[in-house]
């Protein structure tokens, strides 16, 4: 997806480690981003403490760069990396965070909705010994159906993950920095960041946050997205449950369709040993014969993805780890 390229001049800030970055992923958000980052510089001039501005524009072809450009000029903090073309709001996410060099980063969208003001509460929230803060919008300033269609997602994910959060795709978020740059985000995923971050055991909490009605610029939001986001949540509860060991939910279904078309045979056998002949004619012999054969696919299907699975995550760790005491012995390194 292209995000493996780090622009150099990028990378090499990283050794300058900044207490706070807000990453501000855009589209075409022109008339927007003066006004947010006036906003936004006198919030983070009152914290007393260094941050960087980094946003990531996400192929806009509205004129976005040039401001962006020009905000770099005039501001030492503000950085921007621009995509070759609009690759989602998960890639631009995931270049933010991969570039962050701060010990804490902010993600905030670019469409004035957001209050910066909010920040500092943020700050206080997380320093309460959290991984990840999501905002709670409260109220809400979007339309009637954006907020019902928002409301149904929301208790959908709270349902099926157990996250009890009313706002889970809150674009405001603080995250520690080691843990937003360990996240994997792609394809359309960044909406269940949160969900993510549960899984691997990190502590997520919520903070209501001030909204505000979108004033310029056209929202990204439709029922498109609401059909899409289905499907990625079934993609989460997946990987959240099989990851690992997807022979475990291909292998149940194979052997399901096994035993049932199996169950069927004896059946049908039982019947052409009383005496009820033909059975070749009947529609249960071949709803059987179908089940034995599928159920096998389905099951060597699992066989093949465990091999797979094995291979790929060779040497990867498996476990996530908060924090480590006491110093290494020099002589534990010297073992040949």
Known sequence: MGL???PCAVVKNRAKTMFLSVVIPLL??????????????????????SY???FVDDGSIDRSTEVLQSLAKSDQSVRSIHFTRNFGKSAALTAGFRNATGEIVITMD????????????FLEKLAGGYDIVTGWKFPR?????????????????????????????????????????????????HRFIPVLAHLQGYRVAELKVAHR??????????????????????????????????????GTLGLGGIMMGSAIGVYLTVLWLLGERPIGNRPLLILGAILIVVGIQVLTFGLLADMINATWHRGEDLYVVRTTYGTRRADEDSHD
Do not use: M
């Not at 022109?30 to 009152?46: I, M, T, W």
């Not at 209050?115 to 500092?120: G, Q, R, S, V, Y």
């Open 4 to 6: 493996t390229v780090e």
């Open 28 to 49: 075409n958000e022109r008339d927007n981003l003066p006004l947010l980052y006036e906003r936004l510089k006198p919030v983070l001039d009152s914290l007393h403490r």
């Open 52 to 54: 960087e501005i980094l």
């Open 110 to 121: 670019a469409d004035l909705q957001d209050d910066p003001a909010e920040i500092p509460r």
């Open 141 to 189: 300033r979007d339309s009637v159906g954006k907020v019902v269609a928002s409301r149904v997602f929301n208790g959908l994910v709270r349902l099926t993950t157990g996250l009890r959060l009313h706002d889970i795709n809150c674009g405001f978020k603080a995250y520690s920095g080691s843990v937003a740059r360990s996240l994997q985000v792609y394809g359309e995923l």
């Open 213 to 250: 009605p979108r004033q310029s610029g056209k929202s990204k939001y439709g029922l498109r997205r609401l059909y899409r986001g289905f499907f990625d949540l079934l993609t989460i509860l997946f990987l959240a449950s099989y990851r690992r060991r997807p022979l475990h939910f291909f």
